[in-house]
């Protein structure tokens, strides 16, 4: 079933409250037949719904807000005559609503009228033309017609308004099996279920897919690995809230998951919930002391607490599990920098450097820790080292600017917009890398203003903004 076929509770509630009115509205049996119907009990709905129609002196809005769902209640207990004159009393009321177009249309196709459900399909969408379940429905009205192609592309726009609907998914994939499209099927019962892991739908057909390809099904991930796909994509889309919620989800079916636990202490670090995602980090190292980024990824944690003896025991440890990466030395150099150690910084960075010679980033932090470490020839380092980069792309010019080749001006004016997160991350860069050169130039209250912008720009999960952060705890 889907659940966006109804009005929802709190939508209804939301619409009911959230005018004003010239008189008083009495919403207690609209209030219960939202309780009984999300209950189950359809026909008592209906009797709720009737006298808040009837005693409930309601706007005309939330008239037409309650003939909708008291035609749902009767569509619900199988009187379409009855479900069908109020989805058109609500229709006089407000032409223009959508989902009472919608609901039309389910119960035109329910008495096998597809032809006039998919003209109240398309009127619901051209009221409402993002309307996800408009679209589902339509699509579903299309495959009774053998229009596959047709049902395909509304499954589509469905999926685009609402990447969330596993059903919509396989819909779509049935009408591609129906096509004898059946990779294309297959591919669409897979996402759905990294959606739905244990949707029956999507389980089934894929296994009759592959029958009809003269194959053997593959097994299908564990619902936990599934989980972790689809915590990853919503990792990916930023959305980690939901991320969270899925790595819950495969660390309930086991909970001795070294990647549910490592992608979650992820998804925390990167909301700034830095002590869960350090809890997280250590259960990993608990079920797997071997997990080099696990040691990493709690140093960086440890570095967003400002705690850097810590963070260097981190790195100390990945390092140890595999000397050869750069990353983790380029790290800990860092961590020696925040910490005003600029000798061990010196070190760890150019290890680095002699392994990514052509990492702009790299060479610019080492130039900084020779530089204030008081190495002479820091200077003339930067310039030999800055040959295996384009000066003209960024952050080029933060080379130019440090070998005195361009103006700290110029650097500060590409930092300047901060409308888009984009720009916000350019304007990290450059201002923490103009407070450096201001520092140098004994200039340190424009190097604390300098400081104060990176940190404004929010942009925590950067080295530079940590680098603020640095600089300003030892002001």
């Known amino acids: 079933m889907r659940r966006t076929l109804y009005l929802a509770a709190a939508l209804v509630s939301a619409a009911l409250t959230g005018h004003s009115v010239a008189h008083a509205e009495n919403l207690t049996y609209c209030d219960q037949a939202l309780e009984v119907r999300d209950a189950g009990n359809h026909d008592l709905a209906v009797t709720f719904f009737t006298r808040c129609l009837d005693e409930g002196d309601l706007t005309t809005l939330n008239r037409v807000i309650t003939y909708n769902n008291r035609g749902v209640a009767y569509r619900k207990i199988g009187e379409f005559g009855k479900a069908i004159a109020d989805y058109e009393q609500a229709l006089r009321l407000d032409p223009g609503y959508a989902k009472a177009h919608n609901n039309l249309g389910i119960v035109n196709r329910a008495k096998g009228e597809v032809d006039l459900s998919i003209q109240d399909y398309d009127r619901a969408i051209s009221f409402d033309p993002g309307y996800a379940d408009a679209y589902f429905n339509r699509g579903n009205a299309y495959v009774d017609r053998r229009e596959y192609d047709r049902a395909i592309d509304d499954f589509g726009q469905a999926i685009r308004l609402d990447p969330s609907d596993a059903t919509a998914h396989v819909n779509r994939g049935n009408s591609y099996f129906r096509k004898r499209d059946y990779d294309s099927a297959i591919q669409d019962y897979e996402l759905a279920l990294r959606l739905d892991p244990g949707h029956a739908g999507a389980i089934n057909n894929r296994e009759m897919a592959y029958k009809a390809k003269g194959e053997t099904a593959p097994p299908i991930l564990g619902a936990a690995d599934a989980f972790i796909l689809q915590g990853n994509d919503y990792f990916q889309q930023g959305q980690y809230d939901r991320a969270i919620q899925s790595y819950d989800q495969a660390l309930g079916l086991d909970d001795g998951y070294a990647i549910a636990y490592f992608n979650r202490g992820n998804a925390y670090s990167f909301k700034g919930e830095i002590e869960r995602a350090i809890r997280d980090y250590d259960q990993v190292i608990r079920i797997d002391p071997g997990h080099v980024n696990a040691h990493a990824n709690r140093g960086h944690a440890y570095t967003d607490k400002g705690d850097y003896a810590q963070a260097i025991r981190n790195y100390d440890q990945a390092i140890n599990l595999d000397p050869g990466n750069s990353q983790n030395h380029l790290r800990r150099g860092r961590a020696h920098f925040y910490r005003n150690d600029m000798a061990r910084a010196a070190d760890d960075l150019q290890w ?14 080492l130039y900084l820790a020779e530089v204030r470490a008081g190495y002479p020839g820091a200077q003339a380092n930067l310039r030999w080292r800055a040959k295996a980069f384009d000066l003209a792309a960024w952050p080029g010019p933060v080379v130019r600017m440090f070998l005195g080749e361009l103006a700290p001006q110029a650097v500060a004016e590409v930092g300047r917009a901060d409308r888009t997160r984009a720009e916000r991350e350019l304007r990290a860069e450059a201002y923490f890398y103009l407070g450096q050169q201001q520092l140098l130039a004994g200039q340190r209250d424009r ?27 030892r002001w």
């Open 447 to 473: 190097a604390r203003q300098s400081f104060e912008a990176v940190l404004a720009t929010g942009i925590t999960n950067f080295f530079e903004y940590q680098g603020a952060k640095a600089e300003m705890r």
């Open 352 to 365: 680095a450097v002699t392994q990514v010679p052509d990492d702009a980033y790299a060479v610019i932090w």
